[in-house]
């Protein structure tokens, strides 16, 4: 069965101003806002320290609600309770912060919320198990090798049951089911927060001891996003008889699902792009409009750039989130197929905007086959 780890112990706050702060991460985990005493992107951060308990989202909620102007979060947990991690983790996301991994550690400012970091006040740390869930949460991320820990969700010993029934039959359906249900969360929250399904996979082959990933690992397993990156195609079914070509692309700004396909035919070439979280609508629709409106895209290949207007088809919502849907005016299915990459060009859209057009940038990696594929199955 799966393993929710709870710890009931309560943690015992330093108290007195100017206390040295040192927490025990096997305490329950609690949040500080910390810094260096510099003025620069980095100087201050939330320090979430300890391990994650079922309470742990509204500990987290408390301490938004009193105010914090960092907006990275620094981990250093053992993991904790998986419902918890999942839930801490979407906060997180929401807030738009930016996960690393440390220990944080100085004195206490006099109403104990404020860590004055002195000089070697923090180390490398860990976050492991259940905390690389809650890192997840980050819309930036990093970690080197050997700072995030990976170890089997599902519970090694078998359940127990009356004697003389077979092994084969160990497991009751009631907890068949619940491990199942768990599992279903445990993929739609990684697809969510822009991971990889195969971290599960590295989990759950890891039995007795901690999987400490090293920084390929982390990389490959969708956990760093820290520079832009795009996941090689894939060909999904779409409509009757139709398919599209489909790239993740992550960077420090903003992540999309983006989609290729042809409606018609071949020589009409559509771009849909849904944000892999939900953007307020006051903002993200102007944007949207305002990059086709303003912009046209360049296919790179071996012989140079293309460029081609974009034209606006649909803004509407999806499942997914809003999703906005470009026809790439005058490219082919064969121009596709001949590319390597997809460009934007900035200068005709506001600052505002330009971390948005910044995710419109992409490469074709993997198999360009596929589009061929696609190009034979375009949308009636």
């Known amino acids: 069965m799966l393993t929710l780890v709870l710890t009931a112990a309560v943690a015992a706050l330093p108290a007195a101003a100017d206390e040295t702060f040192n927490y025990d991460p096997s305490e329950p985990m609690q949040f ?25 989202p509204e500990v987290f909620r408390r301490f938004l609600a009193k105010g914090r102007a960092a907006i990275d979060i620094r981990f250093n947990s053992p993991g904790g309770d998986l419902t918890a991690a999942m839930r801490l983790g979407e906060m997180i996301r929401e807030q738009g912060m930016h996960s690393s991994v440390g220990k944080t550690s100085g004195t206490l400012d006099a109403d104990g919320t404020f ?17 690389v869930l809650a890192f997840l949460g980050g819309v930036r991320r990093h970690a080197e ?36 249900a768990m599992m279903g969360r445990l993929i739609d929250y990684v697809l969510r927060m822009d ?34 990156y795009s996941s090689p195609m894939t060909v999904e079914p779409f409509g009757i008889g139709g398919a599209y070509v489909e790239i993740l692309n992550r960077s420090t700004f903003v992540s999309f699902r983006l989609r290729l396909y042809c409606r018609g035919d071949a020589s009409t070439v559509h771009l849909t792009m849904i944000p892999n979280w939900k953007y307020d609508g006051q903002t993200f629709e102007p944007a949207m409009r305002e990059i086709m409106q303003e912009l046209q895209v360049f296919l790179v290949g071996d012989h140079g750039r293309r460029s081609f207007p974009l034209k606006l088809v649909a803004l509407e919502p999806s499942p997914l989130g809003p999703q906005t849907t470009a026809q790439i005016v005058g490219a082919t299915m064969t121009d596709l197929q001949a590319a390597k990459r997809i460009e934007i060009l900035y200068d005709g859209i506001g600052n505002v905007n330009v971390g948005i057009a910044m995710g419109l940038e992409f490469d074709l990696a993997g198999d360009r086959r596929k589009i061929g594929i696609v190009a034979r199955s375009c949308v009636k």
């Open 115 to 131: 860590i004055n970091i002195v000089e070697g006040g923090w180390d490398s740390g860990h976050c492991a198990a259940a905390c």
């Open 145 to 180: 090798g050997g700072e995030l820990g990976l170890r089997q969700l599902l519970d090694p010993e078998p359940i127990k049951e009356p004697k003389g029934r077979p092994a084969s039959e160990s497991a009751t359906e009631p907890v068949r089911a619940a491990d199942q």
């Open 32 to 56: 500080f806002s910390a810094g260096d005493g510099g003025n620069c992107n980095g100087c201050s951060w939330v320090a979430a320290e300890g391990t994650i308990q079922r309470d742990t």
């Open 195 to 228: 991971g990889s399904p195969r971290l599960l996979a590295v989990a759950a082959s890891t039995r007795h001891q901690m999987r400490w990933l090293t920084r390929q690992e982390v990389v490959d397993l969708g956990i760093e996003i820290s520079d832009k």
